[in-house]
């Protein structure tokens, strides 16, 4: 009887063991989120990438476009912008990535959707050709930094801070407190620097010059048919014809065939590692943070 009792408890705990080992395995799979995987002898492919909502972090993007370079079956990658801009150094990165991608012989078409504005037409600008719908929102170039000042309801319930610091300008941005002139003028510097990087951007690539670029670098927007007529953009049109051009621009002859990524699902295993920051993009703290931004609000 005691036999029959340790084999039945050994079942259940290797049973127990294999049904948590595949739990694991398709948490992985999940979590990978790869899907379109190129099977040899179907042919070239381009490739497309999402860059859709406030872009606060370019890993996910950059790991896309390095896998892509390095596929010798895909000659050609779309970028699908539907942002708003975001923070001014994931912007960068995005743009920097782009372009080594171009340098090892990729064709990059930006296409954008119902919004390319600011560091959404920032990461444009890399692209070989820029398309967008006649009605796209773009433009907004432009920088900004904001804070909130909470000096005022402090006083009102009493709450006030010590600040021991190593320098004038070492808690700049502090929002238990109003900004100085020496502060303002600091961001201001700060502000204007980034600003003339952007309009560096557009004069080496869209074939404008820097007074025709200042013209419309005041933060307005435009639709994507104002936008044409400015030279902000090449071509008007949707996601379809920007995988059209992408194949025409490789030779591919007829309707090129894609490759994309599944969208990222929340998976077991991020709810057992308990990875809150890659569920929700940015915990409530980050989202107090001061950040330089190229973005249209």
């Known amino acids: ?33 790869e899907g379109g995987i190129f099977v040899p002898g179907m042919g070239e492919r381009i490739a497309i990438i999402d860059l859709h909502g406030v872009i606060n972090s370019s890993a996910d993007v950059i ?4 896998k892509y ?6 000659p050609a990658i779309v970028v699908h912008i539907d942002s708003p801009g975001g923070v001014v150094g994931p912007s960068q990165e995005i743009y920097e990535e782009i372009r080594k991608a171009k340098e090892k012989g990729k064709k990059i078409v930006a296409s954008m959707g119902s919004v390319g504005a600011s560091g959404g037409y920032y990461v444009a ?9 006649p009605g796209t929102l773009t ?28 320098g004038e300008f070492k808690d700049v941005g502090s929002f238990n407190r109003k900004m100085t002139k020496g502060e303002r003028r600091l961001l201001q510097s ?7 990087q ?13 007074e025709e670029v200042l013209k419309v670098a005041d933060g307005s927007i435009f639709t994507g048919r104002q936008a044409k007529e400015l030279g902000l953009i090449d071509e008007l049109g949707n996601l379809e014809d920007a995988i ?32 809150i920051d890659d569920l929700t993009k940015l915990n409530e703290s980050e989202k107090l943070m001061p950040k330089l931004q190229y973005i249209f609000k």
């Open 63 to 66: 790991r896309q476009l390095k």
């Open 1 to 33: 009887m005691a036999k029959k009792s340790d084999v039945v408890i050994g079942v259940i705990i290797i049973g127990s063991f294999l049904i948590f080992a595949l739990l694991m395995i398709f948490a992985f799979i999940g979590i990978s989120g």
């Open 139 to 166: 433009g907004s170039i432009g920088v900004i930094f904001q804070f909130p000042v909470a000096e005022e309801l402090f006083k009102k319930i009493g709450l006030r801070f010590e600040v021991v610091k190593s």
């Open 125 to 133: 600008c890399a692209a070989d050709t820029i398309i967008a719908n």
């Open 198 to 210: 952007f309009v560096e951007v557009l004069v080496e690539n869209r074939n404008l010059s820097k």
């Open 244 to 275: 059209k051009i992408a194949g025409e621009m490789v030779g591919i002859e007829g309707p090129p065939k894609t490759i994309k990524e599944r969208k990222r699902k929340i998976t077991l295993f991020d709810l057992l590692t308990q990875k």
């Open 69 to 74: 370079t390095k596929d010798s079956s895909v």
């Open 190 to 196: 700060v502000i204007d620097d980034t600003y003339d």
